[in-house]
C-alpha cells in the first residue's frame, strides 16, 4: 500500500506529465482553483458533464456525418460546441482538434471531417482516461488521509 | 458597511462546529443594529482544511441573505460554460440566475413580445455568450437596450473568438464589455469590481 507521500508524488508527477503533454492547459487549473467547501467536488462534476456532452456531440456529428446530403453547417455547429466545451475544461488537444475540424467544415471536404472526427474521438478518449486516472488517484490520497497538493 | 450581521471566522480544529456554536474563537465582523436575524452555515473542518478557502466559502454564504450583492443573470447554449460561468461570478460574490437562451431570459427579466411585465425580475448585470442558437447575444442585446425598463442594466458578451468586427458591433449596440471565453477568475474579478464601481457611480 503506497504512502501519502507516495501518492501524492504520484500526483503532482502525473499532473505535470499532463500539461507537458498538451492533455490539458491552465484552464483546468482555472477548475481547480474554484473548487472550495461550497463545492468540493466541482472539478469532478463539470468533468462529467464535459464526458456526457462529448459523448452526446461524437454521436451526434457521426450522424450527421452519414447523411446522404451532408449538412456541413449543422456539423460546424456541432464542432462548435465541442471546442467550446473542451476548451472550457481545459482539454487542449480535443480543442486543437476541433479547430482543424472546422476548416474542413468550412471546406465541405468530407473526407477531412471524417478524419477529424476519427481523431477528435480519439483524443477525447485520450484525455477522458487521464483525467479518470487522476481523479482516482485524488480519491487514493483522500482516503489515504492526505490532502491534494495544489498545482500552480 | 454589510447589511446583514459580517461573517463570523473562527479560529479552531474542532470539527462540525455550528456557526452559532459555543467554544472556539468568533470574531464578529460588523453588526448592524435592530432585531434580527441570523443565519446557520455548518463547515465540516478537516484538519488539512484551508483557512482561506473556509472563510472565502463563508463569505460566499453571507452573500446569499444580502441584498446589496449584485444578481447576475448569465445567458449561455452550452451546459458546462453555464456551469462554469455561474460557478467564477458566485466565487466573486454575486447572485446567480442561469438561462440557456434568449428567450428564456428575456422571459425571466420579464420581456415577453417586447412588451415589459410587471413580473421581472430585476437584476445588475446580464451576461451572455454571442453564439446561441434562435437568438444570438447581439440580439438579446439588442433587445435590452430596447427596452426602457432593463437598458440601463450592463450587458457583457462573451465569445470563444476574437473578431474585431463583432467585438464593434457589440459595443456599438451598447454592450458594456466584450470577452473572450474561456473566462478566467481574474476576468470575473475584474468584472465585479467594475460592478461596483458602476453602482457607486449611479448614486
Redesign the interface.
Known amino acids: 500500500m503506497a504512502s501519502v507521500t507516495q501518492l501524492q508524488r504520484q500526483f503532482i508527477e502525473y499532473t505535470t506529465s499532463l500539461y507537458n503533454e498538451g492533455y490539458l492547459d491552465d484552464q483546468f487549473t482555472q477548475l481547480q482553483k474554484l473548487q472550495d467547501e461550497s463545492n468540493p467536488d466541482f472539478v469532478v462534476e463539470v468533468v462529467s458533464l464535459f464526458f456526457e456532452d462529448s459523448e452526446k456531440l461524437l454521436n451526434n456529428l457521426a450522424t450527421a456525418l452519414q447523411q446522404k446530403v451532408v449538412d456541413y453547417k449543422q456539423v460546424d455547429s456541432h464542432v462548435h460546441q465541442f471546442k467550446g466545451s473542451s476548451s472550457s475544461i481545459g482539454a487542449q488537444r480535443v480543442t486543437n482538434m476541433c479547430v482543424h475540424f472546422r476548416n474542413f467544415c468550412e471546406e465541405k471536404n468530407l473526407e477531412g471531417c471524417l478524419q477529424c472526427l476519427q481523431q477528435a474521438k480519439h483524443e477525447y478518449i485520450l484525455v477522458r482516461n487521464k483525467l479518470e486516472a487522476l481523479f482516482r488517484l485524488e480519491q487514493q490520497i483522500l482516503q489515504a488521509g492526505g490532502s491534494i497538493p495544489m498545482m500552480e | 458597511m454589510d447589511r446583514v450581521i459580517g461573517i463570523f471566522i473562527w479560529v479552531t480544529s474542532y470539527r462540525h462546529r455550528s456557526l452559532l456554536g459555543v467554544g472556539g474563537v468568533a470574531q464578529v465582523r460588523g453588526c448592524n443594529g435592530g432585531v434580527g436575524g441570523g443565519f446557520r452555515e455548518s ?2 473542518y478537516r484538519e ?2 484551508n483557512q482561506k ?2 472563510t ?2 463563508l463569505t ?2 453571507a452573500c446569499n441573505y444580502e441584498e446589496d450583492v449584485p444578481h447576475v443573470l448569465a445567458v449561455d447554449d ?4 453555464r ?2 460561468v455561474e ?2 461570478l ?2 466573486s460574490s454575486c447572485r446567480v440566475t442561469t438561462a440557456e437562451n434568449g428567450m428564456r431570459a428575456l422571459e425571466y427579466l420579464g420581456l415577453k413580445d417586447n412588451h415589459q411585465q410587471n413580473n421581472g425580475s430585476k437584476v445588475n448585470m446580464i451576461i451572455t455568450d454571442y ?1 446561441m ?1 434562435g437568438m444570438t447575444g447581439y440580439e438579446l442585446l439588442q433587445k435590452i437596450k430596447e427596452s426602457s425598463v432593463l437598458k440601463e442594466v450592463p450587458v457583457i458578451i462573451m465569445s ?1 473568438e476574437n473578431i474585431p468586427t463583432r467585438i464593434n458591433e457589440c459595443l456599438e449596440m451598447g454592450a458594456h464589455m466584450f470577452m473572450l ?2 473566462l ?2 481574474s476576468d470575473v474579478k475584474k468584472l465585479r469590481h467594475q460592478l461596483t464601481n458602476v453602482e457607486v457611480e449611479k448614486r
Not at chain 2, 452550452?78 to 460554460?81: E, P
Open positions: 463547515v465540516e488539512r482544511s478557502k473556509i472565502k466559502y460566499s454564504m452550452n451546459l458546462i460554460d456551469k462554469l460557478k467564477l458566485k466565487s453564439c442558437p470563444s471565453k474561456p478566467k477568475l
